[in-house]
């Protein structure tokens, strides 16, 4: 019977007989599991039998995340992570080797940035980064060595939004992978998948955790890359721990209605400051004057609360617009519960990907306040700010 994604987040996967009729899953805080003879040692080593042995391949918590995270993404099979950057990281090394090229869409996240662009040289992988939001931009940097295409959509900071279908189809034209990292919209919201992209990587401390309280990652796809990605996480380490899967297991729950809530109070502020006149440019594609609207409504089922915009004046307004907020709080994440500002006046310094960033860029993350009392937080600010 098929299901709505609301109920599926809730009960896929869940088997109360399995624990004792637990309706809460149990977190198994364990890091080694017995056999119950040498027998059965034996068959296991002989691939005869499959079962848990070590958590860092595998546990009863972890992976229940996993086959939910998998269900939501459309994607065969999943991996946790101790952090998105060991998603993201793995995910990259398990597709490409020494004498590869990658190319990069602009605005990624920017340790993402300088993995690609610096630390894989020492491999000599190199890297080509551009715009993108032509797809014929993609067409025009591929290499006879090209393996990878990576990005976000919407990407860091600037929320742009690209053509998922058109990049996925170029890159199966030239044998060439793709990652994205669906971080912004959440399996909630966007399927990559469905557009064609190989592998879909997340920061699960954000909108999947949604309290503020872990740090961990995902990365999904089907049975045959998921291989390479276990081999990166068996040898590297950076498998999530059984307590962290169990936070985002519980965060899961709340999703759907914590997505909707963020949507709802990101568009009434992104309306706010669309007519603001001391904004000079919102970037939101949840506005309908945004130009990736339309795109972004033909790929998404929805926005979440992630903005950037911009305000007059000079460094003197941005500082006192910062300072005199009261309910957004200044921190570098997002995604929680909770409202957050950042200024993102050194996010692209000297990045190669991004030519056209203000310095007097302003990121928020909108959390799940009432929404008038944050307008009213933004509003007293700007007049503070310019008064």
Not at 12 to 26: Q, T, V
Not at 128 to 138: C, K, L, S, V, Y
Not at 180 to 188: E, F, R
Not at 354 to 370: A, P
Request: charged content about 25%; glycine content about 8%; some cysteine.
């Amino acid at each position: 019977m098929k299901r709505d994604i609301k109920t599926n987040i809730e009960h896929y996967g869940e088997d109360y007989k399995r624990f004792l009729g637990a309706i809460a899953p149990p977190i198994f805080e364990v890091s080694n599991f017995a056999f119950s003879s040498y027998e059965e040692l034996e068959d296991h080593q002989k691939g005869k039998i499959d079962k848990f042995v070590y958590t860092r391949s595998g546990n009863p918590t972890i992976n229940l995340l996993e086959d939910k995270i998998a269900m939501l993404e459309k994607g065969e099979a999943c991996r946790a992570f101790s952090s998105g950057m060991g998603a993201i990281t793995s995910s990259i090394l398990s597709l490409v080797k020494s004498g590869d090229h990658i190319i990069c869409l602009r605005g990624v996240y920017a340790p993402t940035y300088d993995f690609i662009h610096n630390y894989l040289k020492r491999f000599d992988i190199s890297s080509t980064f551009i715009d993108g939001r032509d797809p014929e931009d993609i067409k025009s940097a591929i290499q006879s060595n090209t393996k990878l295409i990576y990005l976000e959509s919407p990407n860091t900071f600037l929320f742009e939004v690209f053509d998922l279908r058109a990049i996925a189809s170029i890159a199966k034209e030239n044998n060439i992978y793709t990652i994205m990292d669906n971080t912004w919209a959440t399996p909630y919201f966007q399927n990559p998948i469905e557009f064609g992209i190989d592998i879909v990587v997340h920061s699960a401390s954000k909108y999947l955790g949604g309290h503020s309280d872990v740090v961990a990652g995902v990365a999904v796809t089907n049975k045959k890359l998921i291989e390479g990605i276990n081999k990166n996480v068996h040898l590297l380490g950076g498998v999530i721990g059984p307590f962290e899967a169990w936070l985002i297991l519980r965060g899961l729950r709340s999703l759907p209605a914590r997505m909707e809530l963020h949507q709802s109070n990101a568009i009434k502020i992104a309306e706010f400051l669309s007519k603001h006149p001391r904004v000079r440019r919102v970037n939101y594609p949840g506005l309908k004057e945004s130009p990736y609207y339309q795109l972004a409504i033909s790929q998404m089922r929805g926005f979440s609360g992630l903005m950037s915009f911009e305000i007059d004046g000079g460094e003197k307004e941005l500082r006192r617009f910062i300072n005199a907020l009261q309910i957004f709080t200044i921190a570098v994440s997002w995604g929680g519960y909770e409202s957050l500002v950042i200024p993102g006046k050194h996010v692209f310094k000297d990045r190669v990907d991004v030519t056209d960033s203000s310095s007097h860029l302003i990121r928020i993350s909108v959390g799940l306040e009432d929404a008038e009392d944050l307008i009213a937080d933004l509003d007293n600010a700007l007049k503070i700010a310019f008064s």
